[in-house]
Structures are given as C-alpha cells and as structure tokens.
C-alpha cells in the first residue's frame, strides 16, 4: 500500500496519472453538470414554501459542500507537507486555495442572493453566515501567505501552518446551525436522519454535488500538472514530455 | 526517536491545543453568538432591556392582526412555552405567515411592548413540493381529528 | 418557456445566482487551463533557448 503511495508521491508518475485521468474526468463533470442543473431547473418539482427560488440550492449547496471539502483536502496536504515534506502535497496545496476561495465565494453570493426574498435580507451576522465568512478570509490569507514568501517550499510550509491553524473553523461552520440559534435552517441532508427533502428534488442535488467534486478535481489536476512542470523544471522526464509536444501545440 | 516523528508529535500537539483554545473562546463568546432569544429566555429577563435584541419562535395562529391603513402589524411570537407580542411597522418578508419561523429585530419601548424594526422569517431545512405539502397537512388535520 | 424563465416570479434572483455561478465555475476552468498552457509554454521557450546555444 505504502509502496503505491510512494510511486504516486513521485511529481512524474502523479503527472503522467493525472494527464491520462484529465479528459475522462472532464466528459464526466459535463455530463454530471448537464444531468443536475437539466434536473434541478427543470424536472425537480417548485417548493410548496419557497417556490422556483429554491433551486439556487442546485448552486448554493454544492458551492458550500466543497467550501469546506476543498479545505479539508488541504488540511489534509497541509499536515503531509509539515510531517513529510512531499513536495506533491506542497503543490496540491498551494494549488487547490483559490479553487476553495471560489467555492466559497460562490456559496456566499447564492446564499445572498437566496435570503434577500426568503428571509427578507441580504446578510446577518449569524454563526453560520458569519464562519463561512471567515473561511473565505482563511483562504484569501493562506494564498496571500504563499505568494508573500519567494521561496516555494518555505512559502508551502508556512501556508501549511495556517491551513492547519484554520482547521477548527469547519466543524464550527459545520455544526454552526445546531450549536447556536441562527437564521440558516438546518441540515437537510445529514448523515444519520432521512433527508428531509422530496426524492425529486435531492437527487439533482446529489448529481450536483459530485459535479462540483469531479469539476474540482479536473482543475486542481491541471493547475497540479502546471505546478509540478515548475518545480521540476530541470527533470529530465520534463524536457522530455515538453519536447515531445508536437510543434502545433506550442 | 526520528526526527519526522517529533514532527508529527509537535504538529498534533498545536493542532490539539489550538482546538482546545477555540473551544474555550467560543464558549466564552457563546451569549454573543446566539443570534436570538426564544420567548422563554425573554420571559425569564435574559434579553436585554435598554438595547435593541433579536426575538426568535413562531408566528402563533390566529394572533396576527393589521390595520386597515399603513403597515402596522401586530403578532404574537412563541416558542411553545411562552409568548411575546411584537408590533411592526413595514414590509414583511414574502415568507411571513401564521406558524412559520420569525426572528423580530427590535426592542422593548417605556412601555414594555416590544417594537421591531426588522422582521425576518426563518424557514426550515425542508423541502417538499404542494401536494406533498398538502399531504401531510391533511394527513396532520385526520390525525388531530382520531379520538 | 416562458414559465421556465420567470423561474415563479423569482427570475431575478435565480438566474443572477446562475449566471454569476456558470462566470465562477467558468473563470475556475479557464484560470486551470491557462495555468497547464503556460507552464508549457514557458518550458518550451526554456528549451528552444537551451538548443539555440548549447554552450551555453
């Protein structure tokens, strides 16, 4: 187990893995997001309460999902780069923060522009609104630390320190709506209850949520496959994939 | 032992403290945190008096009282141990209404009433569309009706 | 259609949190794309520099 690890912890095999993975995992998010937002706009029957205007949860909820997913993938990075200094888990760190920052971004808006008719405000100060809000901070200053410090491997680390400081916000965020009194309601979807959301409607919901999890993951490969041609620039594997681009590509 | 080993102790030993130092100022931030006060907290004197605070519970059937000019409104708040009248004058949210969720933004005036500037409803984590809606409210109505 | 669209009289609201969530996802896939392509290209001149003068 440990030596399959070790081969894919190798910048080259993970590039070459990657590459390979890349056009599958793209027909695959198209397809998903076709499926889900045909069936979240069109085929998912309107909300007895909230009408048409629920179906931002086709965007909300899979934004807010991988908000927390993506920083968790980096925590879990954060922690490899700090113990075992692997240089793939300083580049998927590195580059998988601004892909988090926009989930979240993503999640705020829509949950904005969804509360201004459903509650009647744009924003409160509740415990849930109020953590998301922080994790977007988070993510702007683990980028802004990164970028700050011009050596990459120093840069990762401290970016890895922070990351893993910012960890205790997602299960606040998480269980934000049950520890406190907010205005965001609570989980519709959660682990040991029956989801309290009509079949029709979850499942376009579910089909969004891996969208946004394969979407994710065909990004971050090709901003990994970029950050690796940058730390190994002078590994002869690369000149030989980059001669080996055929002159039209260039 | 391995210098990466002390590594991981140091790193899993911060992460712990930091956790354990995050659940203390939450714990410590707790009142600021609650975004309202149900109607019992407010009948036990825990809301404030001076200051503008949120009101949190259910519109109860029946209390919700307009006049016919403007936009005054009356209603009563409950969270189904005590109750609080609140008196609003605006517009409110599309998603007001007897028995939905409300959380008043407001405080309580010389003489005691409870004035809110601010009326925001809460909806709940589910989602159903009409006729199911209207299932189980005829299921809830027969289920009332069985001796 | 036209039902579709007027999204029961919430049209604003939904299709500006679309819109805004296909310029998001969008900006995300370019930004990835771009960040391969450049990586590249910048090799690739790297390279064509190291041929030109093997001296060098």
Same mark, same amino acid.
């Given at each position: ?25 793209? +027909? ?6 076709? $499926? ?54 300083? =580049? ?39 953590? %998301? ?64 959301? /009509? ?52 | ?87 609003? %004058?605006? =517009? ?56 | ?7 029961? $009289?919430?049209? +604003? ?8 969530? +296909?310029?998001?996802? $969008? ?16 090799? +690739?001149? /790297?390279?064509?520099? /190291?041929? /030109?003068?093997?001296?060098?």
């Amino acid at each position: 187990m440990f030596a399959f690890l070790h081969k894919y912890a190798s910048l080259m095999h993970f590039y070459r893995l990657s590459a390979r993975l890349a056009p599958w995992l793209t +027909a695959l998010t198209a397809v998903l997001l076709a $499926g889900g937002l045909v069936g979240g706009l069109a085929l998912a029957p309107a909300d007895y309460q909230q009408g048409d205007s629920f179906r931002i949860i086709y965007l909300h909820v899979p934004s807010a999902w991988m908000s927390l997913f993506v920083y968790m993938c980096m925590a879990g990075a954060a922690f490899t780069t700090l113990v075992w200094r692997i240089k793939l888990a300083e =580049i998927a760190l590195r580059e998988s923060a601004p892909l988090g920052a926009a989930f979240t971004f993503l999640a705020l808006v829509t949950g904005s522009i969804w509360g201004k008719p459903m509650w009647g405000t744009w924003w409160v100060w509740d415990a849930r609104l109020t953590s %998301e809000l922080i994790l977007l901070f988070l993510y702007f200053g683990i980028i802004a630390l990164d970028g700050a410090i011009d050596d990459r491997r120093m840069g990762a680390r401290a970016a890895a320190v922070l990351t893993l400081i910012g960890v205790v916000n997602i299960p606040i965020i998480h269980y934000s709506v049950e520890w406190w009194s907010t205005l965001h309601q609570g989980p519709t979807v959660s682990k040991f209850d029956k989801p309290s959301i /009509d079949t029709r409607m979850l499942i376009p919901l579910l089909v969004m949520v891996v969208a946004f999890t394969t979407y994710y993951a065909a990004a971050l490969g090709a901003r990994m496959r970029a950050g690796i041609l940058a730390y190994d620039h002078k590994a002869s594997w690369v000149r030989a994939l980059v001669r080996g681009r055929s002159p039209e590509h260039a | 032992m391995t210098p990466r080993r002390k590594r991981l102790i140091v790193i899993l030993l911060s992460i712990a403290g930091l956790g354990i130092a995050a659940g203390l100022i939450l714990t410590a931030f707790n009142k600021n945190l609650m975004y309202f006060y149900s109607p019992t907290e407010v009948a036990a004197g825990e809301a404030p008096q001076n200051r503008p605070f949120r009101l949190g519970g259910m519109v109860v059937e029946g209390s919700v009282m307009r006049q016919p000019q403007g936009l005054t409104v009356w209603f009563t708040l409950t969270d189904f141990n005590k109750e609080q009248v609140v008196y609003y %004058e605006g =517009i409110l949210p599309d998603l007001f209404r007897e028995g939905q969720g409300i959380v008043a933004n407001g405080q309580f005036n010389e003489t005691g009433v409870f004035v809110a500037s601010e009326v925001l409803a809460k909806h709940d984590e589910n989602y159903m569309p009409p006729e199911v809606a209207d299932a189980v409210a005829a299921g809830k109505a027969a289920g009332d009706h069985t001796p | 259609m036209h039902e579709f669209l007027a999204m029961g $009289g919430y049209a +604003a609201y939904v299709w500006t949190s679309y819109g805004i969530g +296909a310029l998001v996802l $969008g900006m995300m896939a370019l930004g990835a794309r771009r960040a391969e392509r450049k990586a590249l290209d910048a090799l +690739a001149e /790297d390279l064509a520099g /190291d041929d /030109d003068d093997p001296t060098a």
